[in-house]
């Protein structure tokens, strides 16, 4: 069965840090682009970061820039989110997600997602 399972999420006072792991199995995703996204409590989900198949493309969305870094082991199959900095408004559940192309799609077009993983934020 191909899946994707996040796993790291927790609480955390705000200023503090986490770091996510994606964890792919049913088959290799070393030619595939991954993402992470999230979703607040009434908000849609949002873009985060997105990282191209070997690594040499990186994106980030304007909110996590300078506090968040996107990585993956390809050996290991999984990918990393560390995110650093952390704010009350980074409170959400976070999703990875892979896509079928070796590039991160513009338009934030990915074919298969993990459950998620519950980040809360405290102030």
């Known amino acids: 069965q191909v899946q994707l399972v996040e796993s790291g999420g927790g609480l955390v006072q705000a200023g503090g840090s986490l770091r996510l792991s994606c964890a792919a199995s049913?088959?290799?995703?070393?030619?595939?682009?991954m993402g992470w996204f999230r979703q607040a409590p009434g908000k849609e989900r949002e873009f985060v970061a997105a990282?191209?198949?070997?690594?040499?493309?990186?994106r980030y969305a304007d909110s996590v820039k300078g506090r968040f870094t996107i990585s993956r082991d390809n050996p290991k199959n999984t990918m990393y989110l560390q995110m650093n900095s952390l704010k009350p408004e980074d409170t959400a559940v976070y999703y990875c997600?892979?896509?079928?192309?070796?590039?991160?799609?513009?338009?934030?077009?990915?074919?298969?997602w993990g459950q998620g993983t519950q980040v809360t934020v405290s102030s």
């Open positions: 990282i191209s198949a070997r690594g040499g493309t990186i």
């Open positions: 049913g088959r290799t995703f070393s030619n595939n682009a």
């Open positions: 997600a892979a896509n079928s192309g070796r590039l991160p799609p513009a338009k934030h077009e990915y074919d298969l």
